[in-house]
T-cell receptor, first 116, second 112 residues
């Protein structure tokens, strides 16, 4: 069974600085997807970034980038130039590529606070 | 383009009552997922549909929970009878094939 572990329950960062959130996962699959979702106080789940396991290049979306280490089963999220609006819970998630569809398996989340 | 729509946004009910949560997926998406979020268990999948057919309902807690998807644009999650331990935020998400899942705003359910 696949598992996703986020070892940092809470983190804080000063506005405009850079922060990295950690995520590790366990799977015997070779093809899969990894995601980071953001959940602000409004509780809306917002997709931040996605990585296909077969791609060696790390995904980037504006200020958000990932460091995907397939052999180490590590998938960290880097937020550059942190903004107050980045304050939220961040969830790492895994989805198998097997079959026509798959459900997301989530980590427990990291609560990020951006301080002015 | 409208995202996933859920209703109601908040529901407060008494133990033993029937609760029905509704979801409209993003137009054109062929998969729909129901998740539940609690402090104790985090986010967990309850059931998902592919082309309106239930594929995996192993996450449904017990027979009190049921879900339907009568057509491509509508799904319901029903709890009958409801219990206080069902209190949680229930999310609906949709996706196209194996692409990313997009979540609705969630329904916060409180069972007294």
């Amino acid at each position: 069974a696949q598992t996703v572990t986020q070892s940092q329950p809470e983190m804080s960062v000063q506005e405009a600085e850079t922060v990295t959130l950690s995520c590790t996962y366990d799977t015997s699959e070779n093809n899969y997807y990894l995601f980071w979702y953001k959940q602000p106080p409004s509780r809306q789940m917002i997709l931040v970034i996605r990585q296909e396991a077969y791609k060696q290049q790390n995904a980037t979306e504006n200020r958000f980038s990932v460091n995907f280490q397939k052999a180490a089963k590590s998938f960290s999220l880097k937020i550059s130039d942190s903004q107050l609006g980045d304050t939220a819970m961040y969830f790492c998630a895994f989805m198998t590529h097997r079959g026509s569809q798959g459900n997301l398996i989530f980590g427990k989340g990291t609560k990020l606070s951006v301080k002015p | 383009d409208a995202g996933v729509i859920q209703s109601p946004r908040h529901e407060v009910t008494e133990m033993g009552q029937e609760v029905t949560l509704r979801c409209k997926p993003i137009s054109g998406h062929n998969s729909l997922f129901w998740y539940r979020q609690t402090m104790m268990r985090g986010l967990e999948l309850l059931i998902y549909f592919n082309n309106n057919v239930p594929i995996d309902d192993s996450g449904m807690p017990e027979d009190r929970f049921s879900a339907k998807m009568p057509n491509a644009s509508f799904s319901t999650l029903k709890i009958q009878p409801s219990e206080p331990r069902d209190s949680a935020v229930y999310f609906c998400a949709s996706s196209l094939q194996t692409s990313s899942q997009y979540f609705g705003p969630g329904t916060r359910l409180t069972v007294l």
